[in-house]
């Protein structure tokens, strides 16, 4: 069935890069999304990135997307605390949730100064 | 206004009783869901539809149902609430299936069962 999965927890340093990955299991996704979710508030679009590309950037963040490999990744260059939140990768599937964005349990980013 | 609105923002509420959490959306769009987040487990869907007579059960239906009022509406009930319930529940439209929009997200509703 299809499935997403994520690293739970990531510390980085205000002014470094941050990295958050992920894996997806349905092979057949077209797009694959980032979602930020700020402490009490809900989730908004971050990016996207559509199956046939390799690589989005959009101001700080960069998305790469490596199909063979079902892996997408989350880069944030010049982190600051405001990035602090929690990250959910999310792709479109058919599976036992019906045809839905199933989301991966969030990678929580801590950004110290 | 929000495009998607969340009703109640928190409630509390005792075991057993019947609740019901209301969504409205000024999007536009026909499809919409409803999704429960715990910490550590992300989200899960609970039931979605694609229109007014469409309703489909998601990955953890058991003890919700659903009502779609309108396009606009979409209510999610709890006909006897228990405190594995306790969660926060988000509603989400979307404009269709894939694409580059996802989802527009309600602020979320907080839901404690004691």
């Known amino acids: 069935g299809e499935d997403v999965e994520q690293s739970l927890f990531l510390s980085v340093r205000e002014g470094d890069s941050s990295v958050i990955n992920c894996t997806y299991t349905?092979?057949?996704?077209?797009?694959l999304y980032w979602y930020k979710q700020e402490p009490g508030a809900g989730l908004q679009l971050l990016t996207y990135?559509?199956?046939?590309?390799d690589m989005k950037q959009d101001q700080r963040l960069t998305v790469l997307l490596n199909k063979k490999d079902k892996h997408l990744s989350l880069r944030i260059a010049d982190t600051q605390t405001g990035d602090s939140a929690i990250y959910f990768c999310?792709?479109?599937?058919?599976?036992?949730?019906?045809?839905?964005?199933?989301f991966g349990k969030g990678t929580t980013l801590s950004v110290s100064s | 206004d929000a495009d998607v609105t969340q009703t109640p923002r928190n409630r509390i509420t005792k075991t057993g009783k019947r609740i019901m959490l209301e969504c409205s959306q000024t999007?536009?769009?026909?499809?919409m869901y409803w999704y429960r987040q715990d910490p550590g487990l992300g989200l899960r869907l609970i039931y979605y539809?694609?229109?007014?007579?469409?309703?489909n059960k998601g990955e953890i239906s058991d003890g919700y149902s659903v009502s779609r009022q309108a396009q606009a509406k979409f209510s999610l009930s709890l006909e006897s609430a228990i405190p594995n319930q306790t969660a926060l529940y988000f509603c989400?439209?979307?404009?269709?299936?894939?694409?580059?929009?996802?989802?527009?997200f309600g602020s979320g509703t907080r839901l404690t069962v004691v």
């Open positions: 989400a439209t979307s404009e269709g299936q894939g694409g580059g929009y996802g989802y527009t």
């Open positions: 349905d092979s057949s996704s077209t797009y």
């Open positions: 990135i559509f199956s046939n590309m």
């Open positions: 999310a792709e479109w599937a058919t599976g036992k949730a019906g045809t839905a964005l199933i």
């Open positions: 999007k536009g769009h026909d499809r």
């Open positions: 539809s694609f229109d007014v007579k469409d309703i």
